[in-house]
């Protein structure tokens, strides 16, 4: 039973990687299509979203299965907990990175936010797709060296998200209504993308060597 068990644990390791693989495209493109106004790749990014979900449903039930029949104990039992954890903030993130690809589409073909702001969400967009190749190595090498250069990344993307918003509320922006709305919201889809890889790495590093990096770390 010890056996399987193993092999069960295997398989949603296998399962999140392949999320995450799925997340780190779907960003990509959403990021591609809001800088370069490609109504073509939003719309991709929009549809694959429905498989993030479908394959996020499907490790989640395998997780519960998994505590229903094998009653795993200790250790065992915070990496089953944690699967469900990690599955739902994957999730997310695909989400957010279909909000990002929304914008995109409803704005085409103009592009989203004003020429001044580009450079700033094209660089949030190149730390958002990193951040997401890093988490999926992250989780399938179990590396926790990687927890740190996403965390610092996520820094970076902090910095970032702020100076949007002090660019939008300065007096010198002249920018419409439906700009600032539109930097606002894709600013905070960016952060929280990240965010939610941070959350991921954390329970990462924790599960393989027993130390809870706090909140503020």
Same mark, same amino acid.
């Given at each position: 039973?010890? /056996? ?25 493109? #959403? +990021? ?10 939003? @719309? =991709?990014?929009?549809?694959?979203? %429905?498989?993030?979900?479908? !394959?996020?449903?499907? !490790?989640? =039930?395998?997780?519960? +299965? ?21 599955? %739902?903030?994957?999730?997310?993130? &695909? ?8 914008? #995109? ?14 450079? +700033?969400?094209? /660089?949030? &967009? ?7 190749? $890093? ?12 927890? =740190? ?6 820094? $970076?993307?902090? %910095? ?8 939008? !509320?300065? @007096?010198?922006?002249? &920018? ?9 919201? %894709?600013?905070?889809?960016? =952060?929280?993308? #990240? ?6 790495? $954390? ?5 393989? +060597? &027993? /130390?809870?990096?706090? /909140?503020? #770390?």
């Amino acid at each position: 039973m010890r /056996e399987v068990f193993q092999l069960e644990l295997r398989e949603v390791q296998d399962r999140l990687v392949e999320i995450s693989e799925l997340v780190a495209t779907s960003i990509d493109k #959403a +990021t591609r299509a809001f800088n370069e106004s490609d109504v073509a790749l939003a @719309e =991709e990014c929009i549809e694959d979203d %429905a498989r993030i979900d479908e !394959l996020a449903v499907a !490790l989640d =039930e395998l997780a519960i +299965t998994i505590l229903a029949r094998q009653n795993p104990v200790a250790r065992d039992l915070r990496i089953v907990v944690s699967a469900l954890r990690i599955s %739902a903030s994957l999730e997310r993130m &695909g989400d957010l990175a279909t909000h990002i690809a929304q914008l #995109a589409r409803y704005r085409f073909p103009d592009k989203v936010v004003p020429k001044s702001l580009r450079p +700033t969400f094209a /660089e949030m &967009g190149r730390l958002d797709v990193e951040i997401a190749r $890093k988490l999926t190595e992250l989780l399938s090498s179990q590396e926790v060296e990687l927890a =740190e250069t996403i965390r610092n990344d996520d820094d $970076k993307i902090d %910095a970032l998200h702020l100076s949007v918003f002090d660019k939008v !509320l300065g @007096e010198k922006w002249k &920018g419409e209504t439906v700009d600032t709305v539109d930097a606002t919201l %894709a600013s905070r889809y960016h =952060e929280r993308f #990240a965010d939610h890889a941070v959350a991921i790495a $954390k329970k990462v590093q924790y599960l393989a +060597t &027993g /130390e809870w990096v706090p /909140e503020s #770390a």
